[in-house]
């Protein structure tokens, strides 16, 4: 006699959060099915976090995946749902478990979205961990499950594939990197003690959409004039800020830093057709923040993503100092004076419930 399971009646639930992280060396530019063109290394975040509440029910008779409603920050929100929908419909041939499920969704970010912070990066890595712990084969927290959510949260946004763990992901195939595949982003395993307490303190230059959306972005590497000369650059700047974390020199990990996200915005407005993401705050803020360094002989370097806005990576023990400069000094020169002070932290996580 087969057995068939009922639908459970009332729905199960469950907390994850997982944060947003910023790039050291960028991801920018993609093929296939969500494959980087070149390595990247990033730092996890802390506070800037998606909670993703998942409801569900189950049941082995069950004729198929359903995402039966989406919401986002309380409200229901038919761009994220079919986005998210679109998305859990494209992974069930990674987590064909998820196929017997019925799941809601309500997600809350803690910083604004769309505002040059990985909000695809959190919400799709909260994402990946939450369905990888309902349907997932592997055992929860393996080494192959956190593979998998990684390559999961890849398929949704592929910077999301380093914010399953932390305190620093690579992610991107390199003969000279161990371990380093295209597939999945993998924990950097030796990081001077002195790089377990950097903080990262983001200056919101401005908060509204950006004008090219990161999809857009990585398309304009194909046929880019500097493509081939750019992935050699990433993968020679992958292997030294590696080198950097691991042997705890600043100086070569802040040249790197800062000639990365000077070369990704170089990208952008060298491609066909050009973006220019910064404004004339940040370029201010950089004058500023390198005016700082000479002044005061204090490591404090800055890094940009696709958008205006500026993280200033330091060490905590350099906190009160240059938090008393951002406040003095370069918020004046923030959307409404408005910045986040975030730091290192260490990934994806179920918060309550399951
Ligand atoms: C500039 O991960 O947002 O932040 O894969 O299309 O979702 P999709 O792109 P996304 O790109 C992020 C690019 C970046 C650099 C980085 O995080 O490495």
């Known amino acids: 006699m087969i057995r068939v399971k009922t639908l459970q009646q009332t729905p199960n639930k469950f907390t994850v959060s997982a944060p947003s992280n910023i790039a050291f060396v960028k991801y920018w530019g993609k093929y296939g099915r969500q494959l980087p063109i070149n390595p990247s290394v990033s730092m996890t975040l802390k506070n800037c976090v998606t909670m993703c509440e998942i409801s569900y029910t189950t049941s082995d008779n069950l004729s198929g995946f359903e995402l039966e409603r989406y919401e986002f920050m309380g409200e229901e929100n038919p761009k994220f749902y079919e986005r998210f929908n679109n998305y ?64 999961l949260a890849r398929l949704g946004s592929g ?28 924990i950097v395993q030796e990081v001077h003690p002195e790089f377990l307490e950097l903080k990262d303190t983001i200056l919101l230059v401005d908060k509204k959409e950006k004008s090219v959306s990161s999809s857009a972005g990585h398309s304009l590497m194909h046929g880019h004039p500097f493509k081939e000369n750019r992935i050699v650059q990433a993968r020679e700047n992958t292997r030294n800020i590696l080198q950097a974390i691991k042997a705890g020199d600043w100086n070569l990990f802040g040249e790197i830093l800062e000639n990365e996200a000077l070369t990704l915005h170089a990208l952008m407005m060298s491609s066909y057709p050009s973006f220019i993401l910064l404004k004339p705050n940040s370029l201010e803020i ?51 004076g408005s910045y986040i002070i975030d730091e290192i932290g260490i990934g994806a996580g179920v918060v309550d419930g399951k």
């Open 88 to 151: 859990l419909v494209s992974i069930l041939d990674v987590l064909p478990g998820l196929s017997k499920f019925k799941i809601s969704i309500s997600s809350t970010n803690t910083f604004p979205h769309s505002a040059g912070i990985a909000s695809s990066a959190s919400a799709f890595s909260a994402l990946a961990y939450g369905v990888a712990c309902l349907a997932s084969d592997f055992e929860k927290d393996s080494k192959e499950f956190l593979d998998q959510c990684s390559e």
């Open 159 to 186: 910077s999301a594939a380093r914010s399953i763990l932390g305190p620093y992901m690579q992610w991107g195939e390199d003969p000279f990197i161990e371990n380093s595949t295209n597939n999945c982003a993998r």
């Open 286 to 336: 950089i004058e500023r923040v390198k005016a700082f360094r000479v002044r005061t002989n204090i490591s404090l370097y800055f890094t940009i993503d696709a958008g205006p806005n500026i993280h200033l990576i330091y060490k905590n023990e350099d906190a009160g100092v240059i938090e008393k400069f951002v406040k003095d000094d370069l918020a004046q020169l923030c959307h409404e």
